[in-house]
Nanobody, 113 residues
Framework: QVQLVESGGGLVQAGGSLRLSCAAS????????MGWFRQAPGKEREFVAA?????WYADSVKGRFTISTDNAKNTAYLQMNSLKPEDTAVYYC?????????WGQGTQVTVSS
């Protein structure tokens, strides 16, 4: 079983930056792409970004967010720049496609206008 712990969220003003981290332990997803997802209040969880042989981004974050990994540390990162109020959500990491048993508690990102 994989354990995923997200961190790095917080309150930031519009235009600011945050860097999220996702530490994986246990059985890691070595053969899968890793991704970030987010869920805003009252909305479905949505895809944000993924990294494998390439990188993929949701249109809403393209050019502002960057996903990366440090395989030696079993950690994935999401650098978020030029944040907007609509980026406010709980952010989660998981493999791609997601393992429904691996969702962590997420990290809250709140962007004030």
């Amino acid at each position: 079983q994989v354990q995923l712990v997200e961190s790095g969220g917080g309150l930031v003003q519009a235009g600011g930056s945050l860097r999220l981290s996702c530490a994986a332990s246990g059985r890691t997803f070595s053969s899968y792409a890793m991704g970030w997802f987010r869920q805003a209040p009252g909305k479905e969880r949505e895809f944000v970004a993924a990294i494998g042989d390439s990188t993929w981004y949701a249109d809403s974050v393209k050019g502002r967010f960057t996903i990366s990994t440090d395989n030696a540390k079993n950690t994935a990162y999401l650098q978020m720049n030029s944040l907007k109020p609509e980026d406010t959500a709980v952010y989660y990491c998981n493999r791609v496609p997601p393992d429904r048993n691996a969702w962590g508690q997420g990290t809250q990102v709140t962007v004030s206008s």
